[in-house]
C-alpha cells in the first residue's frame, strides 16, 4: 500500500506507458499525486490506459506518442504544457527489440531502428523538453540488466541499454544543477516485451535461478525505483543507475 505523496502539484511524463512497467511508473507516480501524462504509439491503448489510472484517481492525459516520430514527441510536450504549465519529471522508458540475430548478423536497418528508438529518442524527447523542465526537475531513463552483459539472444538491444548507462552520466552532468538524470536497470519483469523469454518454461526457470531473490521482478518493482529517483528522496543523486533485478550478476 503506497502512502507517500512525493509527487503532488509536480506534472510527470512518461513514454511508452500504456502497459508493463511504464504504466506501473505512471501509477506510481499519480498515486503519489503527481499529474501524468501517459503515451504510445496506438490510440486505444492510450484510451485504455487512461481510463483505467482515472478509476484509481489519478489526474491523467493520454497522448499517442511513437517515440521516434518528431511530430509526436513535439506534440506530447505541447500537449503537456498546455494542459499543466510545466514539467517536472520525464520518463523515457520506450525501446525496440526487433531481432534475436547476433550483432554481426543483424541487419543495417534494424541497427538504425534500434539506435533511434532505443538511445536517440530519449535525447530528443529531452531537447524538446528542456525548456520546460522546472529547477528541481528530474529525469528517469529506462535501461536494462542487459545493458551490463548483453546476453547472445539480447545483444544488440543490450548494447543500446549500455549507451543509455553512458548517455544518464553525461546528460547528468549536461542538465545539472537543475535537472537530476538517473537511470533504472531493470532485471527479466514478465510483460509482452519479454514474453519470448519468460513464457519458455525451461528459460524462465533459469532466469529465476540467476536471482539471489528466486523470482523475476514486477512492473512496480520497476516503478518503486524509478519513483525514487524522480522524487526529492533521491535530490542528491544524480548520473546513477540503480540496477532493479532480484540480485541478478550485473556489476560490483
Ligand atoms: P511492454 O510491457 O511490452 O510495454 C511496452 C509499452 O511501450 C506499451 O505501452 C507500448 O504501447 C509502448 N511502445 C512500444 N513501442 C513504442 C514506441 N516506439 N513508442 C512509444 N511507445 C511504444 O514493455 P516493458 O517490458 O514494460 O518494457 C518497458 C521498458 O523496460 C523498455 O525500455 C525495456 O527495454 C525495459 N526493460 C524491460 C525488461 C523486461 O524484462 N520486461 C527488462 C529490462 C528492461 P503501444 O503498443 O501502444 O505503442
Redesign the pocket.
Known amino acids: 500500500m503506497v502512502k507517500a505523496k512525493r509527487f503532488e502539484g509536480k506534472v510527470a511524463v512518461v ?9 506501473a511508473i505512471a501509477e506510481r507516480l499519480g498515486i503519489e499525486g503527481a499529474s501524468v501524462v501517459i ?4 490510440q486505444q ?2 484510451d485504455a490506459a487512461v481510463d483505467k489510472l482515472r478509476a484509481k484517481g489519478i489526474q491523467v492525459m493520454g497522448v499517442v ?4 516520430n518528431s511530430q509526436q514527441r513535439k506534440h506530447l510536450i505541447d500537449q503537456t504544457v498546455q494542459k499543466y504549465g510545466k514539467i517536472d519529471v520525464v520518463v523515457s ?5 526487433p531481432s534475436v540475430d547476433t550483432i554481426l548478423q543483424t541487419k543495417d536497418s534494424v541497427l538504425d531502428k534500434l539506435w533511434e ?1 532505443n538511445v536517440k529518442a530519449t535525447i530528443l524527447l529531452l531537447k524538446d523538453a528542456l525548456p520546460q523542465l522546472q529547477k528541481g526537475s528530474s529525469v528517469v531513463i ?5 545493458g551490463y552483459n548483453p546476453p547472445p539472444s539480447l545483444a544488440m538491444y543490450g548494447v543500446t ?1 549500455t549507451a543509455l548507462l553512458g548517455l544518464t552520466k553525461a546528460l547528468a552532468a549536461e542538465m545539472a544543477p537543475d535537472t537530476r538524470v538517473n537511470c533504472v ?5 514478465p ?4 514474453s519470448f523469454l ?1 513464457t519458455n518454461d525451461e528459460i524462465r526457470k533459469e532466469l529465476v535461478a540467476n536471482t539471489l531473490l528466486g523470482r523475476l ?1 514486477t ?1 512496480e518493482d520497476m516503478a518503486a525505483a524509478a519513483a525514487f529517483l524522480a522524487s526529492d528522496d533521491a535530490a542528491y543523486v544524480t548520473g546513477e543507475t540503480i540496477v532493479v533485478a532480484g540480485g541478478t550478476r550485473s556489476r560490483l
Not at 93 to 97: Q, S, W
Not at 191 to 194: D, W
Open positions: 513514454t511508452a506507458s500504456t502497459q508493463g512497467i511504464g504504466f503515451s504510445s504509439r496506438k491503448n492510450v506518442c511513437h517515440v521516434s522508458n520506450a525501446a525496440a527489440n528508438i529506462v535501461s536494462s540488466i542487459a541499454k536497470a531493470p532485471g527479466f519483469v510483460t509482452n516485451f519479454a519468460t521482478g512492473a
